[in-house]
T-cell receptor, first 119, second 110 residues
Framework: EAGVVQSPRYKIIEKKQPVAFWCNPI?????LYWYLQNLGQGPELLIR????????DSQLPKDRFSAERLKGVDSTLKIQPAELGDSAVYLC?????????????????FGPGTRLTVL | QKEVEQDPGPLSVPEGAIVSLNCTYS??????FMWYRQYSRKGPELLMY????GNKEDGRFTAQVDKSSKYISLFIRDSQPSDSATYLC??????????FGPGTRLSVLP
């Protein structure tokens, strides 16, 4: 079974340019997460989707970041305009449902990430 | 004080050693505790999941949770060079999102 697919794997842009990241989750996974991982830090949640609905975007900097998951499958995360401090790895993860549904633990599966460098 | 603290390492051990990795936390609402392994240029992968206090064993890995001390541990027995990676702890309260620690870099030397 294919895992979570992300593209591109690496992206180098100049500041103030726009950039977009794409994620295709594991087939059948309704829940999709975007995380930001700075160097030497753990992932931090940016946004969580249940199907096509963004149910938790409280940590997404909405002045420059946007995301969509139009058909409840793959998702795009965009930054416009990028700043130097946006250099990081952007991870996508998916799970069958919210990671904790009642007493059921739904494991999150992570993609390899997109490493963004802003010059 | 950060919500989850973890010694960043790097931690270097010889092959076959027992490795102890630890996290401390401040939020008493945390009930769910995870350990992830992250290889270089890869996403994290789940190693262990524990609910509330106690021990859990899976092969060479043992996870321990001490909620009274707000302290969790991951032990790796008979460590192998393939265990060289960054180990992230993560935790959550009911209905909350994960909070990850910064990770500990482990090198197992052949």
């Amino acid at each position: 079974e294919a895992g979570v697919v992300q593209s591109p794997r690496y992206k180098i842009i100049e500041k103030k340019q726009p950039v977009a990241f794409w994620c295709n989750p594991i087939s059948g996974h309704n829940t999709l997460y975007w995380y930001l991982q700075n160097l030497g830090q753990g992932p931090e949640l940016l946004i969580r989707y249940e199907n096509e609905e963004a149910v938790d975007d409280s940590q997404l900097p909405k002045d420059r970041f946007s995301a969509e998951r139009l058909k409840g499958v793959d998702s795009t995360l965009k930054i416009q305009p990028a700043e130097l401090g946006d250099s990081a790895v952007y991870l996508c993860a998916s799970s069958l449902g919210y990671w904790l549904a009642g007493d059921t633990y739904n494991e999150q599966f992570f993609g390899p990430g997109t490493r963004l460098t802003v010059l | 004080q950060k919500e989850v603290e973890q010694d960043p390492g790097p931690l270097s051990v010889p092959e076959g050693a027992i490795v102890s990795l630890n996290c401390t936390y401040s939020n008493s609402a945390f009930q769910y505790f995870m350990w992830y392994r992250q290889y270089s240029r890869k996403g994290p992968e789940l190693l262990m999941y524990t609910y509330s206090s106690g021990n859990k064993e899976d092969g060479r890995f043992t996870a321990q949770v001490d909620k009274s001390s707000k302290y969790i541990s991951l032990f790796i027995r008979d460590s192998q060079p393939s265990d060289s990676a960054t180990y992230l702890c993560a935790m959550s309260g009911f209905g909350q999102n994960f909070v990850f620690g910064p990770g500990t870099r482990l090198s197992v030397l052949p």
